[in-house]
T-cell receptor, first 112, second 111 residues
Framework: DSGVTQTPKHLITATGQRVTLRCSPRSGDLSVYWYQQSLDQGLQFLIQYYNGEERAKGNILERFSAQQFPDLHSELNLSSLELGDSALYFCASSLRSYNEQFFGPGTRLTVL | SQQGEEDPQALSIQEGENATMNCSYK?????LQWYRQNSGRGLVHLIL?????REKHSGRLRVTLDTSKKSSSLLITASRAADTASYFC???????????FGKGITLSVRP
C-alpha cells in the first residue's frame, strides 16, 4: 500500500460527459501528479501541483483541468469526454519533485 | 516526448536466471528512477540513483548509471515468477522539474 488513495476505482460514462477523479496523497507529501496510461500512448504525465499551486504541465488537454486543495487532496476534471479518453488515470505524490513518487491504484475510465 | 528509452521491449526468462534491462536517455539528468508495474496496477518505486552515483543495490536489484553514455541498467538477480511485471525507467531533470517515463519493458519469468 503506497498510502495514496484514488476514487473511484472504475468509472463508466458516455461521450460528452464530465467526470471528476479524486486523489489523496501520502501523508506529508506536498506534490501531487496526474498521469494517463493507455495502450497506445503509454504513461503520459498530465500535471503537477505543489502545495496548492500548479508546478508543471505535461500533455494535458484543454478539456482537462486539475486543482489541489488546502488539505492537499487533488481532483482531476475531465470534460467533453471522447472515446479516446478511456484510460487508466494515476495519481502520484512525493515530498519534493526530485524524490521518488508513490502511485495510487488508479481510476479506470471507460468512455462509451 | 520520451526521455528514457528502455531496451529490450520484452524479456522472457526462466525462474532463477538474472534479468538485465537497459535504459537510455537524451539530456542531462538529476536522477534516474526505476519503477515496476503489475498488470493494471499502480507503479511501485524500486530504486533511485543520483547523477553523481554509479551503482546502487537494493535486495536483488542492482542499478548502474553511466552519465557519459546516458544509460542505466537494472539487474534483477535470481528472478522469481513474482517479478513478472512491466519495468519503467524515469528520468528527472531539474530544468522542467518533472519525471519522464519510458515506454516500459515487459518481463516474464517462467516458473
Amino acid at each position: 500500500d503506497s498510502g495514496v488513495t484514488q476514487t473511484p476505482k472504475h468509472l463508466i460514462t458516455a461521450t460528452g460527459q464530465r467526470v471528476t477523479l479524486r486523489c489523496s496523497p501520502r501523508s506529508g507529501d506536498l506534490s501531487v501528479y496526474w498521469y494517463q496510461q493507455s495502450l497506445d500512448q503509454g504513461l503520459q504525465f498530465l500535471i503537477q501541483y505543489y502545495n496548492g499551486e500548479e508546478r508543471a504541465k505535461g500533455n494535458i488537454l484543454e478539456r482537462f483541468s486539475a486543482q489541489q486543495f488546502p488539505d492537499l487532496h487533488s481532483e482531476l476534471n475531465l470534460s467533453s469526454l471522447e472515446l479516446g479518453d478511456s484510460a487508466l488515470y494515476f495519481c502520484a505524490s512525493s515530498l519534493r519533485s526530485y524524490n521518488e513518487q508513490f502511485f495510487g491504484p488508479g481510476t479506470r475510465l471507460t468512455v462509451l | 516526448s520520451q526521455q528514457g528509452e528502455e531496451d529490450p521491449q520484452a524479456l522472457s526468462i526462466q525462474e532463477g536466471e538474472n534479468a538485465t534491462m537497459n535504459c537510455s536517455y537524451k539530456t542531462s539528468i538529476n536522477n534516474l528512477q526505476w519503477y515496476r508495474q503489475n498488470s493494471g496496477r499502480g507503479l511501485v518505486h524500486l530504486i533511485l540513483i543520483r547523477s553523481n552515483e554509479r551503482e546502487k543495490h537494493s535486495g536483488r536489484l542492482r542499478v548502474t548509471l553511466d552519465t557519459s553514455k546516458k544509460s542505466s541498467s537494472l539487474l534483477i538477480t535470481a528472478s522469481r515468477a513474482a517479478d513478472t511485471a512491466s519495468y519503467f525507467c524515469a528520468t528527472f531533470t531539474g530544468a522542467n522539474s518533472k519525471l519522464t517515463f519510458g515506454k516500459g519493458i515487459t518481463l516474464s519469468v517462467r516458473p
